[in-house]
């Protein structure tokens, strides 16, 4: 039974019980690839590239169609940790932090993560990759913070900082422990997998949180420690998303030797769309969408949920998510308590999961943001007063304009690569879909809010 999606934004104040009496308190591994589309994944249609890891996932989990990412990297991550859309919480477009400065960062004082929320339900929480919200010379205890008793994180490229330009070879990387330091021949990747396995072993009986955002497959174009000869760009890039393929199996591997394969919820899925190179899906040249809010190469992201008895093996399903959904989701798994007095757009989908449900609980999803922000009266703000942006039901999706106008409508089942603009259609579906949909926009509000924060201390890196 599909859900009601009463509004834009709820407040709760009660616990969610775990969701299944079969599987109680799950923990929970997300895994993010950071910059990579469906053209490069082999069961989402990629060709000449296999990925029989994450295939395996998909062939005996779920699969979804279209679920939405924001279309660059700071959107996104704040999004998912949030449940906000990036008109409510702010970064609505990339800012560096390590690089940029000038006192924005996440402050999770002042916004909510998953990781706080599941860590205060009971879970154990560990993150590895890459983090870039934060800048841990001037926040040196931003993750636990934002919720996690343990990391493993590429620094980001700090400015004045030469040696943290490194996230794959020689990779600059904070621990808990050590604090920021160079991880001298060895591959960045490798360091932040086998952290999570480390964690795993020590923790392997109680219930966790391990969000993995991957450094791979973002620039710059790497070897890794299967092609240390290869120089060609396109057999990099290959090489590099056969890595990712691998760190997957390793880390599945991983829970599996613990014993803990049938209570761990996998999820593995990608921050936006492929910087900069193409291949062919589903018969077609796809260009990387990345910043890009395309259908099929832009917005909708690989995003595959898998765990042996609990949900359901070898499904394929058309249901809307978005990554303001992953926060009450998880919540929702976990008996995890969300904000009283701060609002979260998302809806959880545990239910469809855990074969509770038929579909997922929406109507529509929404994208936005992309582009560098901007430093008004000293502070992060967006560029623009409202960003343009698209929604979709599951058939049609219409472009919203930065002047709040609906400039284009695109139906996705008969034309998934949007190539016929039917915003001027007479077509009585076309016409009451660009109805519903354009009040769905106008329903945001008119001018996009600001990252809240409390400012960091002034710094000689900071961008002016």
């Known amino acids: 039974m599909i859900r009601p999606m009463l509004s834009v934004a709820f407040f709760v104040t009660l616990v969610l019980p775990a969701f299944s009496a079969e599987l109680t308190k799950p923990s929970i591994l997300f895994i993010m690839v950071d910059d990579l589309g469906k053209e490069w994944i082999s069961c989402y249609g990629a060709e000449g590239i296999e990925t029989p890891a994450i295939d395996k996932l998909a062939a005996t989990g779920m699969k979804f169609n279209n679920a939405w990412c924001m279309p660059q990297c700071t959107p996104t991550r704040v999004t998912l940790l949030t449940g906000q859309y990036p008109f409510r919480h702010g970064w609505i477009n990339h800012w560096d932090v390590p690089r940029w400065g000038a006192g924005g960062h996440f402050d999770a004082k002042r916004n909510t993560t998953y990781a706080n929320v599941l860590r205060d339900a009971g879970y154990t929480t560990c993150a590895a990759g890459k983090w870039q919200i934060d800048d841990f010379r001037v926040e040196p205890d931003a993750m636990n913070e934002a919720g996690f008793d343990d990391w493993c994180m590429w620094t980001g490229f700090e400015s004045l900082n030469p040696p943290s330009a490194n996230r794959y070879w020689n990779a600059y990387i904070n621990t808990k422990a050590e604090g920021s330091r160079t991880h001298k021949g060895k591959f960045g990747p490798d360091v932040y997998c086998?952290?999570?396995?480390?964690?795993?072993?020590?923790?392997?009986?109680?219930?966790?949180?391990?969000?993995?955002?991957m450094a791979l497959t973002h620039g710059p174009l790497t070897t890794t420690p299967d092609n240390k000869d290869v120089k060609d760009q396109r057999r990099l890039f290959a090489g590099m998303v056969r890595y990712t393929d691998k760190l997957v199996g390793k880390l599945v591997s991983a829970i599996e030797d613990a014993g803990i394969r049938e209570n761990t919820i996998i999820i593995f899925t990608t921050d936006n769309g492929t910087g900069g190179n193409s291949n062919t899906r589903l018969g077609r040249v796809v260009q990387g969408g990345k910043a890009k809010m395309s259908e099929q190469n832009g917005t909708a992201m690989p995003?595959?949920?898998?765990?042996?008895?609990?949900?359901?093996?070898?499904?394929?399903?058309?249901a809307l998510i978005d990554f303001t959904d992953i926060l009450p989701t998880f919540a929702e798994l976990g008996g995890g308590k969300l904000p009283m007095s701060r609002a979260v757009d998302g809806k959880s989908f545990a239910p469809l999961l855990l074969d509770k449900a038929e579909d997922g609980p929406r109507k529509w999803i929404m994208s936005m943001g992309g582009g560098p922000a901007t430093l008004r009266d000293g502070r992060v703000v967006p560029k623009l007063v409202y960003d343009d942006r698209v929604l979709r039901e599951k058939r049609f999706k219409l472009w919203v304009d930065a002047d709040r106008r609906p400039i284009k409508l695109f139906d996705l089942i008969a034309d998934p690569w949007e190539e016929q603009n039917l915003i001027d259609s007479k077509?009585?579906?076309a016409m009451a879909a660009r109805e519903r949909l354009a009040a769905v926009a106008l329903s945001f509000p008119e001018k996009d809010g600001a990252p809240i924060y409390d400012k960091n201390p002034p710094q000689k890196w900071d961008k002016k």
């Open 194 to 213: 086998d952290y999570l396995i480390d964690f795993i072993g020590k923790h392997k009986h109680k219930p966790m949180l391990l969000y993995y955002p």
């Open 303 to 318: 995003f595959i949920v898998n765990c042996p008895g609990a949900v359901p093996s070898g499904v394929v399903t058309n």
């Open 427 to 429: 077509d009585a579906a």
